[in-house]
T-cell receptor
Framework: DTEVTQTPKHLVMGMTNKKSLKCEQHMGHRAMYWYKQKAKKPPELMFVYSYEKLSINESVPSRFSPECPNSSLLNLHLHALQPEDSALYLC???????????????FGEGSRLTVL | GEDVEQSLFLSVREGDSSVINCTYTDSSSTYLYWYKQEPGAGLQLLTYIFSNMDMKQDQRLTVLLNKKDKHLSLRIADTQTGDSAIYFCAGGSGGSYIPTFGRGTSLIVHP
């Protein structure tokens, strides 16, 4: 199983809502990532978890709150978002902190978020 | 941090070779990657090259690295319509393996 599964695929929320994005992998990977991708732009790193501990936060606003309940799961809790937060949110995983032999990240298909 | 630049579009005929170019700024990048993103899908690692290599060939793919000019290219031989996608160049910033992506080159293959 080389899949990273993200749910939901699409999410529409108001600025006062609280919602969560979920990500799951069963490859035994110990590093998990959240990226944000706006239209026609490259993915931008948001957070990195290594061995279930937050190791990188790229100065992301606190309205985005990551959580790693166990080594297979990664959540992104959303609260009081702005319309400019509308984007494709990509989850990825890799073998351990060093990315394995190749540094390869395995990406999910993404959750497309629209904030009204 | 790493800054990666690539041209935005490339259009080729089926059967021709495609060459996608990329420049990067961080000379300490240990890994340099090419990822592919098909419509509605996540990114998939196509190939990578270590910074101590000049060239890597993997079936139809050839990666060339010019460290002096900080230039990376991806050549796809015998390009097929199924190769139509966005190709992202990425470098590991500060010697990290975590990729910093360029804006992506949209490859369009005409029959």
């Amino acid at each position: 199983d080389t899949e990273v599964t993200q749910t939901p695929k699409h999410l529409v929320m108001g600025m006062t809502n609280k919602k969560s994005l979920k990500c799951e992998q069963h490859m035994g990977h110990r590093a998990m990532y959240w990226y944000k991708q706006k239209a026609k732009k490259p993915p931008e790193l948001m957070f990195v978890y290594s061995y279930e501990k937050l190791s990188i936060n790229e100065s992301v606003p606190s309205r985005f709150s990551p959580e790693c309940p166990n080594s297979s799961l990664l959540n992104l809790h959303l609260h009081a978002l702005q319309p400019e937060d509308s984007a494709l949110y990509l989850c990825a995983s890799s073998q351990g902190r060093g990315g394995g032999v190749t540094g390869e990240l395995f990406f999910g298909e993404g959750s497309r978020l629209t904030v009204l | 941090g790493e800054d990666v630049e690539q041209s935005l579009f490339l259009s080729v005929r089926e059967g021709d070779s495609s060459v996608i170019n990329c420049t990067y700024t961080d000379s300490s990048s240990t890994y340099l990657y090419w990822y592919k993103q098909e419509p509605g899908a996540g990114l998939q690692l196509l190939t990578y090259i270590f910074s101590n290599m000049d060239m890597k060939q993997d079936q139809r793919l050839t990666v060339l690295l010019n460290k002096k000019d900080k230039h990376l290219s991806l050549r796809i031989a015998d390009t097929q319509t199924g190769d139509s996608a966005i190709y992202f160049c990425a470098g590991g910033s500060g010697g990290s393996y975590i990729p910093t992506f360029g804006r992506g080159t949209s490859l369009i293959v005409h029959p």
